[in-house]
């Protein structure tokens, strides 16, 4: 299983895969501390600014790719170095396109075939070079959505109670209401080593 | 416009700093000049004394509503960085306007153009060095979350260090078996064309009830490791131990490319040789 993203939705979906039997979990991001924070659960990292993804995956699948692949990244993907990334900012920038879907391109391409895709990473809007052709052929099934919150919440209620998973090593940061603003800032500039804030009223 | 309240940059209460705010004055500013020099390119030609230079002064129109929409964006740093470099060129060119021009009015307004040019100029530079500044990543002491594995019980997932003794696995047994050590691809499915339509649907079932094949195969040494497996052979490495199995699997399959459970029984008669040990309902011999 291939979890694109280590912020906090890709930590707990690392985390749930764990608990649900995945046989390997590998992990990819760019920030340091993130990518220390998967590593904590059992994951593999891969650090994309380092190193290739396609071949890091290759390696870890015998050349299959994953199975199963989550996009825990969403519209506001920071691929670097890639042609699509270029592209997609250049075309943002002048409102021409509203998400940056670098990472589930990446995920069409490297999924196994008949793999699974699913996409808790929030998109806003217009997708651009998109090749739905390869997913069709590959047979991938594509699930989406804000995590179904309701459907879910008395199955996580219980694992927590019963001790299985603690869901507050996510936090790193906790400051008061008023300073909701600021932390905005350091949260979206990644700053601090900041993955997830309690605000309280 | 600029009230004191909002030089403070650290300003907890507030999400946008002083540089994101003259950024977006900027790239008001931007568009508006970039319109009067598209809409009117004679006029101004002819106050700064460019005459002749309408066409290019219309591409630098085009310039500045580009940089006024990317200086709107929420990523404005790249387009401020634009801006002062189309500062600097226009800056050029006025300055060749005057010294091309011998009209005292004209080298006068050119005067004024220039100054007020540099003065934007440095305004841009100051925001764009500050957007850059704000937006990086502060290279100070990082958080140590290594041990942040979520999972109280520790029993798996802590990394580095196991709760338990490890104790070493054994070979799986029954569809696992088949599953771990025949199939190499799950679409294909090679194995399946060998087993009868109710044996079939059990194990599918037993697939989705069994958890945690990580205690089979050590997939990969590190994750193994941190799942707080040995893996299946008491004194040799996860990877040694990944070698006999390739070497084993492929001797299994190479003697008996048509039977998979006979190279199955191969495959693990070869593994007890090294010293490895069978689970319970290994898959009986044909």
Known sequence: LQVWGAGPVGQFAIRSAILLGAKQVVVIDRLPERLAMAEAAGAITINFEDESVVERLNELTDGKGPEKCIDAVGMEAHATSTPDAFYDRAKQMVMLETDRPHVLREMMYVCRPAGILSIPGVYGGVLDKFNFGMAMNKGLTFRMGQTHVNRWTPDLLRLIEEGKIDPSFVITHSVPLSEGPGMYRTFENKQDDCIKVILKP | ?286
């Open chain 2, 1 to 286: 416009m600029l009230k004191p309240s909002m030089l403070s940059d650290s300003n907890p209460e507030r999400s946008l700093t002083t540089a994101d705010r003259l950024a977006r004055l900027l790239g008001w500013f931007s568009i508006g000049l970039g319109i009067a020099e598209m809409a009117a390119p004679g006029r101004i030609a002819k106050a700064v004394g460019l005459e002749g230079k309408e066409t290019l002064l219309r591409a630098y129109g085009g310039r500045e509503i580009a940089a006024g929409v990317g200086a709107l964006s929420v990523d404005a740093g790249p387009a401020m960085w634009g801006r002062v470099a189309g500062n600097l060129l226009d800056l050029g060119t006025l300055a060749v306007g005057l010294k091309q021009n011998e009209d005292e009015e004209k080298r006068r307004y050119a005067g004024y153009a220039i100054a007020a040019m540099v003065g934007v100029t440095l305004l841009d530079l100051y925001v764009a060095s500050k957007l850059t500044q704000e937006r990086s990543r502060s290279r100070g002491e990082s958080r140590d979350y290594s041990d942040r594995s979520g999972f109280p019980t520790g029993s798996r997932g802590r990394s580095g260090h196991c709760q338990r003794p490890c104790q070493p696995g054994r070979l799986p047994g029954g569809a696992a078996a088949r599953r771990w050590l025949l199939r190499d691809d799950p679409v294909s499915g090679s194995f399946q064309t060998h087993a009868a339509g109710s044996r079939l649907r059990r194990e599918a079932l037993a697939r989705r009830k069994r958890i945690a094949p990580a205690a089979y195969l050590p997939a990969h040494p590190g994750h193994a490791r941190r799942l707080c497996h040995a893996g299946l052979h008491p004194t040799k490495t996860l990877a040694e131990q990944q070698r006999d199995i390739r070497l084993c699997k492929d001797h299994g399959t190479l003697s008996e490319p048509l039977e998979p459970i006979a190279a199955l029984s191969i495959a693990y008669e070869c593994l007890e040789k090294k010293g490895y040990q069978r689970g319970r309902s290994t898959p009986a011999l044909p």
